[in-house]
Nanobody, 116 residues
Framework: QVQLVESGGGLVQAGGSLRLSCAAS????????MGWYRQAPGNQRELVAG???????NYADSVKGRFTISRDNTKSTMYLQMNSLKPEDTAVYYC??????????WGQGTQVTVSS
């Protein structure tokens, strides 16, 4: 019912910034909570940041103060502004739509690589 497309990933030096976008289409009218997840090789997929339809946000401790999640409901688009990037931020970043507390729809992922 929902299709998600991420964009904005790439290669950046440590200390740099990237802005990820997630465009949602389909049955977007009923979306409540969205989030960004990331997965590095050999690691579990982890929640980076989440945002509700009302604008409430939460962040993983590792990115708090550096990343900012936001959404534009009129455009059905979610963003992740990533500042002060570190090599340990290197991962594939995924956009997700949560139904209740469970991820139900995923984007294809976008690679973020932070070099030293």
């Amino acid at each position: 019912q929902v299709q998600l497309v991420e964009s904005g990933g790439g290669l950046v030096q440590a200390g740099g910034s990237l802005r990820l976008s997630c465009a949602a289409s389909g049955s977007t009218f009923n979306i409540r909570t969205m989030g960004w997840y990331r997965q590095a090789p050999g690691n579990q997929r982890e929640l980076v940041a989440g945002i509700s339809s009302g604008g409430n946000t939460n962040y993983a401790d590792s990115v708090k103060g550096r990343f900012t999640i936001s959404r534009d409901n009129t455009k059905s688009t979610m963003y992740l502004q990533m500042n002060s990037l570190k090599p340990e931020d290197t991962a594939v970043y995924y956009c997700a739509v949560l139904m209740g507390t469970l991820p139900r729809y995923w984007g294809q992922g976008t690679q973020v690589t932070v070099s030293s």
